[in-house]
């Protein structure tokens, strides 16, 4: 009997054609067999040279596959499951639709899977269950359907699972409770997931967040959630959840820097008359009409904002140089006295940010940077711009960075729309918008003014300084100039709030 023997570098060889021919083959679903799409890709260069495609050095296999922000708008194909030693799968923001195939269960491999800001639909595919080494899921801003899988518990690895901003239904299994590696779980901005939070959750000793925030999660908030001493980020905002965590937070969580909880945003009569009040000194002539508008004004559904500080979500340079295409022009939506703010996206938060970049160079551009992070840092309001996290680092050159991320409004600032400047939406605001928005600042000076621990005044309120989300709602921000005031009594504040609200409204009406 004869027997024979392949070479070593015949098998290399062959295995590698498997990738090229998987590779090519994906390349025409990705990008809906467009020529002009993902130009490398071809005969004339080894494909371990292609863009987005790593090999390992020692088999010439393919190991990671990483695309971002390209517009391929295509699919992903059958062919992905041939690529067996792949271990990063990285596809963000390349317009996919379509489903996820059943074949990714063939990649035994697999250890990062990220496929966030696409259009996948479809269920999340059991066999990815077969997955066994994977350590993170991300699969937000989809349009991902059905139940959350109760087969994670079986990736005994899984650190990170990102289901958020999909359309997914029914409840959190319990079974998420027994993957006791599971660091951050992300399901928020479901809009039809219900029911309770799971007491099996509390058994994730190493959970540090825990994002559950813009659901319809209903019930009592579980006790074991004490037992999370790793936890550093909560967020059930915007549920039907009832019961309380405890008030000394920082005891039992010593790494919590700030508690997103489920609260109404309630105002008082007394508020109410003050705020119309200040109004009707300067509008005498519509005081009725803003009084019957302010009582019947039914309250935005949006909590208190919360401000997380610096170290929360621990952002780097690195992280934001690529959340905004290394400070592209192309991202760029505004400058300033200190700096530009750009547009970008995270991986780790599920909405746009903006980024304030400080020029170090200015004068006062530090000082400025200080006193927004310190106003800002610890304030919980509606209609303050909601601060993420303040980063001070090192760029790529050495030099020293300084940024502050808040939350995009999509809108722009006012005076963007009040003069329908490039880059706003194009909104004619009529006399009732323009009262609602007046009363959101009014609301705000009365906060920083009245109700925070130390009084601060703004200093620099003027339309450019009010961002406006979808809801035509308005936010105050650029705090740069703001100023903590010690020791103010009762009558000082009352002239503070008027002093200021009058030099806004003057400049929004007249």
Same mark, same amino acid.
């Given at each position: 009997?004869?027997?024979? +023997?392949?070479?070593?570098?015949?098998?290399?060889?062959?295995?590698?054609?498997?990738?090229?021919?998987?590779?090519?083959?994906? $390349?025409?679903?990705?990008?809906?067999?467009?020529?002009?799409?993902?130009?490398?890709?071809?005969?004339?260069?080894? /494909?371990?040279?292609?863009?987005? &495609?790593?090999?390992? @050095?020692?088999?010439?296999?393919?190991? =990671?596959?990483?695309?971002?922000?390209?517009?391929?708008?295509?699919?992903?194909?059958?062919?992905?499951?041939?690529?067996?030693?792949?271990?990063?799968?990285?596809?963000?923001?390349?317009?996919?639709?379509?489903?996820?195939?059943?074949? &990714?269960?063939?990649?035994? *491999?697999?250890?990062?899977?990220?496929?966030?800001?696409?259009?996948?639909?479809?269920?999340?595919?059991?066999?990815?269950?077969?997955?066994?080494?994977?350590?993170?899921?991300?699969? /937000? !801003?989809?349009?991902? #359907?059905?139940?959350?899988?109760?087969?994670?518990?079986?990736?005994?690895?899984?650190?990170?699972?990102?289901?958020?901003?999909?359309?997914? &239904?029914?409840?959190?299994?319990?079974?998420?409770?027994?993957?006791?590696?599971?660091? !951050?779980? %992300?399901?928020?901005?479901?809009?039809?997931?219900?029911?309770?939070?799971?007491?099996?959750?509390?058994?994730?000793?190493?959970?540090?967040?825990?994002?559950?925030?813009?659901?319809?999660?209903?019930?009592?908030?579980?006790?074991?959630?004490?037992?999370?001493?790793?936890?550093?980020?909560?967020?059930?905002?915007?549920?039907?959840? +009832?019961?309380?965590?405890?008030?000394?937070?920082?005891?039992? /969580?010593?790494?919590?820097?700030?508690?997103?909880?489920?609260?109404?945003?309630? *105002?008082?009569?007394?508020?109410?008359?003050?705020?119309?009040?200040?109004?009707?000194?300067?509008?005498?002539?519509?005081? =009725?009409?803003?009084?019957?508008?302010?009582?019947?004004? !039914?309250?935005? *559904?949006?909590?208190?904002?919360?401000?997380?500080?610096?170290?929360?979500? @621990?952002?780097? %340079?690195?992280?934001?140089?690529?959340?905004?295409?290394?400070?592209?022009?192309?991202?760029?939506?505004?400058?300033?006295? +200190?700096?530009?703010?750009?547009?970008?996206?995270?991986?780790?938060?599920?909405?746009?940010? =903006?980024?304030?970049?400080?020029?170090?160079?200015? @004068?006062?551009?530090?000082?400025?940077?200080?006193?927004?992070?310190? =106003?800002?840092?610890?304030? $919980?309001? @509606?209609?303050?711009?909601?601060?993420?996290?303040?980063?001070?680092? #090192?760029?790529?050159?050495?030099?020293? +960075?300084?940024?502050?991320?808040?939350?995009?409004?999509?809108?722009?600032?006012?005076?963007?729309?009040?003069?329908?400047?490039?880059?706003?939406?194009?909104?004619?605001?009529?006399?009732?918008?323009?009262?609602? #928005?007046?009363?959101?600042?009014?609301?705000?000076?009365?906060?920083?003014?009245?109700?925070?621990?130390?009084?601060?005044?703004?200093?620099?309120?003027?339309?450019?300084?009010?961002?406006?989300?979808?809801?035509?709602?308005?936010?105050?921000?650029?705090?740069?100039?703001?100023?903590?005031?010690?020791?103010?009594?009762?009558?000082?504040?009352?002239?503070?709030?008027?002093?200021?609200?009058?030099?806004?409204?003057?400049?929004?009406?007249?």
């Amino acid at each position: 009997m004869l027997v024979y +023997f392949i070479p070593s570098t015949v098998a290399l060889s062959l295995s590698s054609e498997t990738d090229k021919v998987a590779l090519l083959a994906l $390349k025409e679903k990705l990008t809906d067999g467009l020529p002009d799409s993902l130009p490398s890709w071809n005969e004339s260069l080894h /494909f371990c040279e292609w863009q987005g &495609v790593t090999c390992g @050095r020692r088999h010439m296999r393919v190991s =990671a596959l990483h695309l971002e922000n390209h517009t391929l708008g295509g699919t992903l194909g059958p062919s992905l499951g041939n690529l067996t030693f792949l271990r990063i799968l990285q596809l963000t923001n390349v317009f996919l639709h379509d489903k996820i195939p059943s074949q &990714v269960g063939h990649l035994k *491999r697999l250890q990062i899977l990220d496929l966030n800001n696409n259009n996948l639909d479809g269920e999340v595919p059991m066999e990815l269950a077969n997955c066994t080494s994977i350590k993170t899921i991300i699969l /937000f !801003k989809n349009r991902l #359907i059905g139940r959350i899988p109760t087969w994670f518990e079986s990736m005994m690895q899984l650190t990170e699972l990102n289901l958020g901003a999909n359309n997914l &239904v029914g409840t959190i299994p319990s079974s998420l409770g027994n993957v006791s590696s599971l660091q !951050k779980l %992300y399901l928020a901005n479901q809009n039809h997931l219900n029911g309770g939070i799971p007491y099996s959750l509390g058994m994730l000793s190493n959970l540090k967040q825990l994002t559950l925030g813009s659901n319809n999660l209903s019930g009592e908030i579980p006790h074991s959630l004490y037992n999370l001493s790793n936890i550093e980020y909560f967020d059930l905002e915007e549920n039907e959840l +009832f019961g309380s965590l405890p008030s000394n937070m920082n005891l039992i /969580f010593p790494n919590l820097v700030e508690l997103a909880h489920s609260k109404k945003h309630k *105002r008082s009569l007394k508020k109410k008359l003050i705020v119309i009040s200040v109004i009707g000194g300067i509008l005498i002539s519509f005081i =009725a009409l803003t009084f019957v508008h302010f009582l019947t004004r !039914k309250p935005k *559904r949006l909590p208190y904002s919360t401000s997380l500080q610096n170290g929360n979500m @621990r952002v780097t %340079y690195g992280e934001l140089h690529e959340a905004t295409n290394g400070f592209s022009s192309s991202n760029l939506i505004g400058t300033g006295s +200190f700096g530009s703010v750009y547009k970008g996206s995270l991986p780790y938060f599920e909405r746009l940010v =903006a980024v304030k970049v400080l020029n170090l160079e200015a @004068r006062g551009a530090a000082k400025s940077f200080m006193a927004e992070c310190n =106003a800002l840092g610890k304030m $919980k309001h @509606r209609n303050l711009v909601k601060i993420l996290t303040c980063c001070s680092s #090192i760029d790529y050159n050495g030099e020293d +960075f300084k940024a502050i991320v808040f939350e995009f409004m999509p809108n722009g600032s006012l005076e963007m729309m009040l003069h329908n400047i490039e880059g706003s939406e194009n909104h004619n605001l009529n006399f009732k918008q323009r009262i609602d #928005i007046a009363l959101d600042v009014a609301h705000a000076v009365d906060y920083l003014h009245n109700d925070t621990e130390q009084p601060v005044v703004h200093c620099d309120i003027k339309p450019s300084n009010v961002l406006i989300d979808d809801d035509i709602v308005a936010h105050l921000g650029d705090f740069g100039l703001a100023r903590l005031i010690h020791g103010v009594t009762g009558h000082s504040n009352n002239d503070q709030v008027i002093s200021s609200t009058i030099k806004f409204c003057l400049s929004l009406i007249c």
